[in-house]
Protein backbone atom coordinates (compact mmCIF):
# COMPACT_ATOMS: atom_id res chain seq x y z
CA UNK A 1 0.00 0.00 0.00
CA UNK A 2 3.27 2.24 1.41
CA UNK A 3 4.48 1.82 -2.65
CA UNK A 4 1.22 2.42 -4.64
CA UNK A 5 0.50 5.40 -2.27
CA UNK A 6 3.97 6.60 -3.50
CA UNK A 7 3.51 5.87 -7.11
CA UNK A 8 0.16 7.33 -6.97
CA UNK A 9 2.06 10.69 -5.22
CA UNK A 10 5.03 10.62 -8.43
CA UNK A 11 2.21 10.06 -11.26
CA UNK A 12 -0.01 12.88 -9.70
CA UNK A 13 3.20 15.11 -9.45
CA UNK A 14 3.94 14.16 -12.94
CA UNK A 15 0.35 14.98 -14.67
CA UNK A 16 0.24 18.12 -12.74
CA UNK A 17 3.53 18.84 -14.52
CA UNK A 18 2.42 17.68 -17.45
CA UNK A 19 -0.80 19.21 -17.42
CA UNK A 20 1.13 22.27 -16.74
CA UNK A 21 3.47 22.40 -19.79
CA UNK A 22 0.64 21.97 -21.89
CA UNK A 23 -0.90 24.75 -20.73
CA UNK A 24 2.09 26.58 -21.33
CA UNK A 25 2.39 25.55 -24.94
CA UNK A 26 -1.22 26.23 -25.53
CA UNK A 27 -0.71 29.66 -24.72
CA UNK A 28 2.45 30.42 -26.30
CA UNK A 29 0.49 28.39 -29.69
CA UNK A 30 -2.43 30.72 -29.05
CA UNK A 31 0.00 33.89 -29.10
CA UNK A 32 2.01 32.78 -32.24
CA UNK A 33 -1.80 31.62 -33.90
CA UNK A 34 -2.92 35.54 -32.91
CA UNK A 35 0.28 36.90 -33.82
CA UNK A 36 -0.25 35.11 -37.18
CA UNK A 37 -3.97 36.00 -37.67
CA UNK A 38 -3.24 39.67 -37.24
CA UNK A 39 -0.46 39.19 -40.28
CA UNK A 40 -3.27 38.40 -42.19
CA UNK A 41 -4.68 41.53 -41.20
CA UNK A 42 -2.09 43.45 -42.67
CA UNK A 43 -1.44 41.61 -45.70
CA UNK A 44 -5.09 41.48 -46.46
CA UNK A 45 -5.29 45.53 -45.83
CA UNK A 46 -2.00 45.97 -48.85
CA UNK A 47 -3.55 43.59 -51.21
CA UNK A 48 -6.20 45.35 -53.42
CA UNK A 49 -9.73 45.85 -52.20
CA UNK A 50 -13.30 45.42 -54.30
CA UNK A 51 -13.88 48.40 -54.87
CA UNK A 52 -10.69 49.73 -56.17
CA UNK A 53 -10.39 46.81 -58.38
CA UNK A 54 -13.91 47.66 -59.74
CA UNK A 55 -12.67 50.93 -60.37
CA UNK A 56 -10.24 49.98 -62.24
CA UNK A 57 -11.48 46.73 -64.15
CA UNK A 58 -15.09 46.00 -65.80
CA UNK A 59 -15.10 42.75 -66.32
CA UNK A 60 -12.44 40.34 -63.86
CA UNK A 61 -12.24 37.40 -61.02
CA UNK A 62 -9.48 36.85 -58.39
CA UNK A 63 -8.92 33.13 -57.28
CA UNK A 64 -6.72 33.65 -54.22
CA UNK A 65 -6.20 31.30 -52.00
CA UNK A 66 -3.48 30.70 -49.32
CA UNK A 67 -2.10 27.41 -48.15
CA UNK A 68 -1.79 28.62 -44.36
CA UNK A 69 -3.24 31.87 -42.70
CA UNK A 70 -0.32 33.96 -44.77
CA UNK A 71 0.28 33.46 -48.22
CA UNK A 72 3.36 33.97 -50.51
CA UNK A 73 1.70 34.86 -53.20
CA UNK A 74 -0.05 38.48 -54.00
CA UNK A 75 -1.48 40.35 -56.75
CA UNK A 76 -1.33 43.90 -57.16
CA UNK A 77 -2.57 46.75 -59.40
CA UNK A 78 -2.36 50.40 -59.97
CA UNK A 79 -3.01 53.23 -62.19
CA UNK A 80 -0.25 55.38 -63.55
CA UNK A 81 -0.08 58.88 -61.89
CA UNK A 82 0.30 60.79 -65.63
CA UNK A 83 -2.57 59.26 -67.15
CA UNK A 84 -5.15 57.37 -65.26
CA UNK A 85 -6.67 55.17 -68.39
CA UNK A 86 -3.16 53.38 -68.05
CA UNK A 87 -3.72 50.11 -65.61
CA UNK A 88 -0.78 47.93 -64.40
CA UNK A 89 -1.54 44.93 -62.59
CA UNK A 90 0.51 41.37 -61.39
CA UNK A 91 0.46 37.96 -60.00
CA UNK A 92 3.41 37.20 -57.94
CA UNK A 93 4.81 34.36 -56.09
CA UNK A 94 7.36 34.66 -53.59
CA UNK A 95 9.75 32.77 -52.45
CA UNK A 96 8.28 30.15 -49.20
CA UNK A 97 4.73 30.52 -48.26
CA UNK A 98 2.92 31.36 -44.62
CA UNK A 99 5.08 34.08 -42.73
CA UNK A 100 8.09 34.27 -44.45
CA UNK A 101 6.47 34.43 -48.02
CA UNK A 102 4.30 36.78 -46.92
CA UNK A 103 7.25 39.19 -45.52
CA UNK A 104 8.52 39.13 -49.00
CA UNK A 105 5.20 39.73 -50.11
CA UNK A 106 5.34 42.94 -48.54
CA UNK A 107 8.69 43.96 -49.83
CA UNK A 108 7.46 43.15 -53.64
CA UNK A 109 4.64 44.97 -52.96
CA UNK A 110 6.22 47.81 -51.71
CA UNK A 111 8.82 48.01 -54.47
CA UNK A 112 6.28 47.99 -57.48
CA UNK A 113 4.37 50.60 -55.27
CA UNK A 114 7.51 52.83 -55.30
CA UNK A 115 8.20 51.79 -58.94
CA UNK A 116 5.20 53.61 -60.17
CA UNK A 117 4.56 56.06 -58.38
CA UNK A 118 7.79 57.09 -56.71
CA UNK A 119 9.82 56.58 -59.91
CA UNK A 120 7.08 57.16 -62.26
CA UNK A 121 7.76 54.19 -64.37
CA UNK A 122 5.07 53.48 -67.16
CA UNK A 123 7.17 50.66 -69.12
CA UNK A 124 7.08 47.70 -67.64
CA UNK A 125 10.20 46.12 -68.03
CA UNK A 126 11.37 49.23 -66.35
CA UNK A 127 8.79 49.28 -63.76
CA UNK A 128 10.36 45.00 -63.02
CA UNK A 129 14.57 46.47 -63.03
CA UNK A 130 13.44 49.11 -60.60
CA UNK A 131 11.63 46.62 -58.36
CA UNK A 132 14.37 44.10 -58.78
CA UNK A 133 17.11 46.88 -57.50
CA UNK A 134 14.50 47.55 -54.22
CA UNK A 135 14.46 44.13 -53.75
CA UNK A 136 18.14 42.94 -53.95
CA UNK A 137 18.87 46.28 -51.91
CA UNK A 138 16.38 45.32 -49.04
CA UNK A 139 17.72 41.66 -48.73
CA UNK A 140 21.44 42.87 -48.87
CA UNK A 141 22.78 42.70 -44.82
CA UNK A 142 24.25 46.79 -44.60
CA UNK A 143 26.90 45.28 -42.12
CA UNK A 144 28.22 42.36 -43.94
CA UNK A 145 27.04 42.80 -47.46
CA UNK A 146 25.73 39.49 -47.78
CA UNK A 147 22.49 38.81 -49.48
CA UNK A 148 19.77 37.01 -48.45
CA UNK A 149 18.85 34.95 -51.61
CA UNK A 150 15.02 35.59 -51.81
CA UNK A 151 12.87 36.72 -54.67
CA UNK A 152 10.01 35.93 -56.02
CA UNK A 153 8.72 35.06 -59.65
CA UNK A 154 5.85 37.99 -61.28
CA UNK A 155 3.86 38.98 -64.69
CA UNK A 156 3.13 42.04 -64.78
CA UNK A 157 0.78 43.95 -67.67
CA UNK A 158 -0.25 46.98 -68.38
CA UNK A 159 -3.60 48.33 -70.39
CA UNK A 160 -3.78 51.92 -71.71
CA UNK A 161 -7.22 52.98 -72.83
CA UNK A 162 -6.53 56.06 -74.27
CA UNK A 163 -7.32 54.80 -77.31
CA UNK A 164 -10.37 52.47 -76.56
CA UNK A 165 -10.27 50.93 -80.21
CA UNK A 166 -6.54 50.11 -80.23
CA UNK A 167 -6.15 49.35 -76.53
CA UNK A 168 -2.39 49.02 -75.49
CA UNK A 169 -0.81 46.01 -73.83
CA UNK A 170 2.69 45.87 -72.13
CA UNK A 171 4.08 42.08 -70.38
CA UNK A 172 6.79 41.80 -69.11
CA UNK A 173 7.69 38.55 -66.62
CA UNK A 174 10.32 37.32 -63.88
CA UNK A 175 9.97 33.58 -64.92
CA UNK A 176 6.10 33.07 -65.16
CA UNK A 177 4.01 34.38 -68.37
CA UNK A 178 0.69 36.06 -69.33
CA UNK A 179 -1.66 33.84 -71.10
CA UNK A 180 -4.09 35.98 -73.51
CA UNK A 181 -7.39 34.49 -75.20
CA UNK A 182 -9.26 35.34 -78.28
CA UNK A 183 -11.99 34.17 -80.54
CA UNK A 184 -10.19 31.57 -82.92
CA UNK A 185 -11.89 33.47 -85.62
CA UNK A 186 -10.43 36.38 -85.10
CA UNK A 187 -6.54 37.53 -86.53
CA UNK A 188 -3.81 36.33 -84.59
CA UNK A 189 -2.03 38.30 -81.72
CA UNK A 190 0.99 40.60 -82.85
CA UNK A 191 3.80 40.95 -80.10
CA UNK A 192 6.63 43.46 -80.97
CA UNK A 193 5.80 43.84 -84.39
CA UNK A 194 5.61 40.21 -85.46
CA UNK A 195 2.64 37.66 -85.35
CA UNK A 196 2.46 34.81 -82.96
CA UNK A 197 0.76 31.48 -83.33
CA UNK A 198 -1.21 29.89 -80.75
CA UNK A 199 0.16 27.67 -78.21
CA UNK A 200 -3.69 25.92 -77.57
CA UNK A 201 -6.55 26.27 -79.99
CA UNK A 202 -9.84 24.52 -78.37
CA UNK A 203 -13.97 25.26 -78.56
CA UNK A 204 -13.38 28.45 -80.88
CA UNK A 205 -10.83 30.42 -78.80
CA UNK A 206 -7.43 29.82 -78.83
CA UNK A 207 -4.47 31.00 -76.87
CA UNK A 208 -1.20 32.81 -76.69
CA UNK A 209 1.65 32.09 -74.12
CA UNK A 210 3.41 35.03 -74.25
CA UNK A 211 6.99 34.16 -71.66
CA UNK A 212 8.37 35.58 -69.41
CA UNK A 213 12.44 36.65 -69.08
CA UNK A 214 14.36 33.58 -67.46
CA UNK A 215 15.30 35.59 -64.11
CA UNK A 216 13.47 35.79 -60.93
CA UNK A 217 13.05 38.98 -59.30
CA UNK A 218 16.24 39.55 -56.05
CA UNK A 219 19.28 37.91 -56.15
CA UNK A 220 20.55 36.16 -59.93
CA UNK A 221 23.69 35.70 -61.02
CA UNK A 222 24.75 37.06 -64.48
CA UNK A 223 21.29 39.30 -63.97
CA UNK A 224 19.95 40.94 -67.74
CA UNK A 225 17.49 43.39 -67.82
CA UNK A 226 13.69 42.33 -68.51
CA UNK A 227 11.95 41.90 -71.78
CA UNK A 228 9.41 44.08 -72.62
CA UNK A 229 6.28 42.23 -75.20
CA UNK A 230 3.93 45.15 -76.24
CA UNK A 231 1.03 45.11 -78.37
CA UNK A 232 -2.60 46.21 -79.14
CA UNK A 233 -5.48 44.09 -77.66
CA UNK A 234 -8.99 44.27 -78.76
CA UNK A 235 -12.20 44.44 -76.56
CA UNK A 236 -12.98 40.97 -75.65
CA UNK A 237 -9.59 39.97 -75.45
CA UNK A 238 -8.77 38.02 -71.79
CA UNK A 239 -5.64 38.09 -70.09
CA UNK A 240 -4.52 35.03 -67.60
CA UNK A 241 -1.95 35.46 -64.93
CA UNK A 242 -1.03 33.24 -62.44
CA UNK A 243 1.34 31.55 -59.72
CA UNK A 244 2.18 28.22 -59.94
CA UNK A 245 0.20 26.67 -57.11
CA UNK A 246 -2.77 25.55 -59.31
CA UNK A 247 -0.77 23.26 -61.68
CA UNK A 248 1.63 21.96 -59.00
CA UNK A 249 -1.23 20.81 -57.22
CA UNK A 250 -1.23 17.08 -56.47
CA UNK A 251 -4.41 15.26 -57.11
CA UNK A 252 -6.82 13.31 -59.42
CA UNK A 253 -7.35 9.69 -60.33
CA UNK A 254 -3.35 8.58 -59.98
CA UNK A 255 -2.32 11.51 -57.63
CA UNK A 256 0.15 13.65 -59.97
CA UNK A 257 -0.08 17.47 -60.98
CA UNK A 258 -2.74 19.21 -62.27
CA UNK A 259 0.12 20.33 -64.66
CA UNK A 260 -0.19 24.04 -67.14
CA UNK A 261 -1.67 21.90 -69.86
CA UNK A 262 -4.63 20.83 -68.31
CA UNK A 263 -5.12 24.62 -66.70
CA UNK A 264 -4.65 25.90 -70.39
CA UNK A 265 -7.71 23.13 -71.63
CA UNK A 266 -9.72 24.67 -68.28
CA UNK A 267 -9.16 28.38 -69.36
CA UNK A 268 -10.07 27.58 -73.20
CA UNK A 269 -13.10 25.38 -71.99
CA UNK A 270 -14.54 28.28 -69.66
CA UNK A 271 -14.56 31.00 -72.49
CA UNK A 272 -18.51 30.41 -72.91
CA UNK A 273 -18.82 32.10 -69.75
CA UNK A 274 -18.79 35.76 -68.39
CA UNK A 275 -15.12 36.05 -66.91
CA UNK A 276 -16.76 37.53 -63.66
CA UNK A 277 -18.32 33.79 -63.58
CA UNK A 278 -14.63 31.97 -63.72
CA UNK A 279 -13.60 32.06 -60.64
CA UNK A 280 -16.78 29.46 -59.04
CA UNK A 281 -15.24 26.76 -62.15
CA UNK A 282 -11.43 27.10 -61.41
CA UNK A 283 -11.89 26.86 -57.49
CA UNK A 284 -14.50 23.87 -58.04
CA UNK A 285 -12.18 22.00 -60.61
CA UNK A 286 -8.89 22.85 -57.97
CA UNK A 287 -11.21 21.26 -55.17
CA UNK A 288 -11.91 18.48 -57.59
CA UNK A 289 -8.55 17.79 -58.44
CA UNK A 290 -7.20 18.14 -55.00
CA UNK A 291 -9.73 15.79 -53.19
CA UNK A 292 -8.57 14.91 -49.69
CA UNK A 293 -4.81 15.43 -50.57
CA UNK A 294 -3.09 18.78 -48.79
CA UNK A 295 -2.61 21.97 -50.61
CA UNK A 296 0.60 22.18 -51.47
CA UNK A 297 1.03 25.84 -52.27
CA UNK A 298 -0.63 29.27 -52.21
CA UNK A 299 -2.68 29.71 -55.33
CA UNK A 300 -3.44 33.14 -57.04
CA UNK A 301 -4.89 33.47 -60.47
CA UNK A 302 -6.83 36.68 -62.02
CA UNK A 303 -8.39 36.72 -65.43
CA UNK A 304 -8.65 40.27 -67.09
CA UNK A 305 -11.20 40.71 -69.91
CA UNK A 306 -10.18 44.12 -72.21
Request: net charge negative; glycine share 8%; aromatic share 10%.
Amino acid sequence: KKKNLALESVIADRTKEIQMQADELQHKNKEVTDSIQYSRRIQGSILPGTSRLNDLFKNYFIYYAPKDIVSGDFYWVDQCLQNKKHIFFAAADCTGHGVPGAMVSLIGTRALNSSVRESLLTKTNEILDNTNNIVVEAFTDMVSGEIIKDGMDIALCSLDYTDEDAIKFQFSGAQNPAWIIRKESDSNLIINGEEITPNLVLNGYKLFDIKGTKQPIGYFENVQPFEINSGTLCKGDRIYLFTDGYADQFGGPKGKKFKYKTLKELILNAQKRPISDQKKIFKEAFHDWKGDIEQVDDICLMGIEV
